[in-house]
């Protein structure tokens, strides 16, 4: 078993790396929401089921010590090219297929088979191969085949655990792939499989150079991310889709963001300057430096999930100029938790292209209305096709509530169509002139719930 233990235990943690870094593999071309990873798994399982049949009947056979060494190599191989043709697959694959999303489900489905099948067959053979191996006789097969799963588990516990814990972060999510794919090559063991970890550990932790305009490029467990600029500015780009620019310094002055339609959204109240403001999805800080230029003595503060973001934000946008109150962690945790009630609360939170369904439920509405002060406002970033059902979750909890453009109001006071047109006058705000800034009531969608949060599947994609 001592013999055994190490290859099964690779080809675990590879396959587990592979489910977990599989969506950020696939983030640009389909977005990372709940069907991507459903996609992933359900092709993994069904590559691995194939792998295990075929590892089965290969043990039966003799020599079996090829065969093993071949799968674990393979699936080592594999895994790197997956890796390193994850992008222009997926993204052929997606713009081959129509726009509508009911011709993007097969584009997603065939985009895993292709690449996460293939791996995940070669390393599921593995397993009953190896356990060919450790079998000298059945008085200890129960042992022997216990203390292999055990080593499957420690396996798949590292794979979990590693790439968001410390890979992606530090390494990438290719280079990540491609540093477990050395382990499953050291199993292999021989000259060959020495010369192939040698080539993905080099291929891990070669530097990568940057395009022009590109000054930094970085990865967290939550986001992809891209600094780029110049003389003049630069901004943060997130590699993911319908959210291709998070913030830029300064701030760009074309046509109405629909943060200014955030902020503007409290002319409808048509009352004097809010007195605290929260932000939750402080991101690059875009949202927070323009409520500081429209109210200067606001007492404003952001939450922001993810603390590389925030670094960045605070380096390299100045937001300790802006005298905000920064607060990192989940918008929902810091909503209970900040004390005082809030005249202005800004929801802009995504996960790929949703937002959360903790952030777009009803209940969570409720408690936003809980802690605005009696004549506070809501303001949530929604687009289409997103808009009918978040303002579906908002009417379930103010008895006020209407679309602004894009984004989602609710209150407890009635809404005045002509205040967010007067209140960009009187913030001098001359380049909204001649701009939309339409009140709506449509017929809104079906709540969202906690229990029942999550957006259809294909609100997720492009």
């Known amino acids: 078993m001592r ?88 993204l052929g694959l997606s713009d081959a297929f129509s726009p509508q999303p009911s011709s993007q489900l097969p584009a997603l489905l065939l985009a895993c088979s292709l690449l996460f099948g293939p791996p995940a067959a070669l390393l599921a053979a593995v397993h009953p191969l190896a356990f060919r191996g450790a079998l000298a006789g059945v008085e200890r097969a129960g042992r022997t085949v216990g203390g292999l799963y055990a080593f499957s588990a420690l396996g798949s516990l590292l794979g979990a655990l590693a790439p968001p814990l410390w890979g992606t972060e ?67 780009r997130v590699e993911i889709p319908m959210r291709p620019v998070l913030s830029t310094h300064p701030p760009s002055s074309g046509g ?12 409808l109240l048509k009352s004097s300057a809010p007195a605290r403001i929260l932000v939750l999805g402080l991101g690059g800080g875009t949202v927070a430096r323009l409520a500081r230029e429209a109210w200067p003595q606001a007492e404003i503060h952001g939450v922001e999930l993810d603390p590389s973001l925030l670094a960045r934000a605070w380096e390299r946008f100045g937001l300790d100029d802006l005298g905000v109150h920064a607060h990192v962690g989940d918008a929902r945790a810091w909503l209970r938790r900040l004390p005082g009630t809030w005249d202005l609360v800004l929801v802009d939170v995504s996960v790929g292209a949703t ?101 259809p599947w294909w609100w997720g994609m492009q």
Not at 17 to 44: D, H, K, Q, Y
Not at 257 to 263: A, D, P, Q, V
Request: with cysteine; glycine share 10%.
């Open 355 to 455: 937002p959360p369904a903790h952030l777009s439920s009803r209940e969570f509405m409720v408690e936003v209305r809980e802690r605005l002060s009696p004549d506070g406002l809501l303001a949530v970033y929604a687009p289409p096709p997103l808009n009918a059902r978040l303002l579906g979750s908002v009417q379930a909890a103010f008895p006020q509530a209407a679309l602004l453009e894009r984004v989602a109001v609710g209150s407890r006071r009635s809404l005045d169509p002509n205040g967010p047109r007067l209140l960009a006058t009187e913030l001098g705000w001359a380049r909204l002139e001649g701009r939309s800034l339409n009140l709506h009531r449509p017929h809104p969608g079906a709540p969202l719930t906690d229990d029942q949060g999550d957006f």
């Open 3 to 90: 013999t055994a233990g190490f290859p099964v235990f690779a080809a675990a943690a590879l396959v587990m790396a592979l489910e977990v870094c599989g969506p950020r593999l696939l983030a640009p071309a389909f977005g990372n929401g709940t069907l991507v990873w459903s996609a992933i798994l359900a092709c993994t399982l069904l590559a691995m089921g194939a792998g295990n049949l075929l590892g089965g009947v290969l043990a039966d056979r003799s020599p079996w010590r090829v065969p093993l060494r071949l799968a674990l190599m393979g699936g080592a191989l594999s895994s790197a090219l997956t890796a390193l043709l994850a992008g222009p697959v997926s």
């Open 256 to 267: 109405n963001t629909y943060y200014e339609e955030m902020l503007l959204a409290w002319g």
């Open 170 to 236: 530090v390494l990438g999510t290719r280079d990540t792939l491609f540093a477990f794919a050395t382990l499953p090559a050291l199993a292999a063991t021989g000259w060959p499989a020495l010369g192939l970890a040698s080539l993905l550990l080099a291929g891990a932790l070669w530097p990568r150079t940057l395009p022009p305009g590109v000054l930094e490029r970085w990865e967290s467990p939550l986001a992809s991310y891209v600094l780029e600029g110049d003389q003049e500015s630069v901004r943060v």
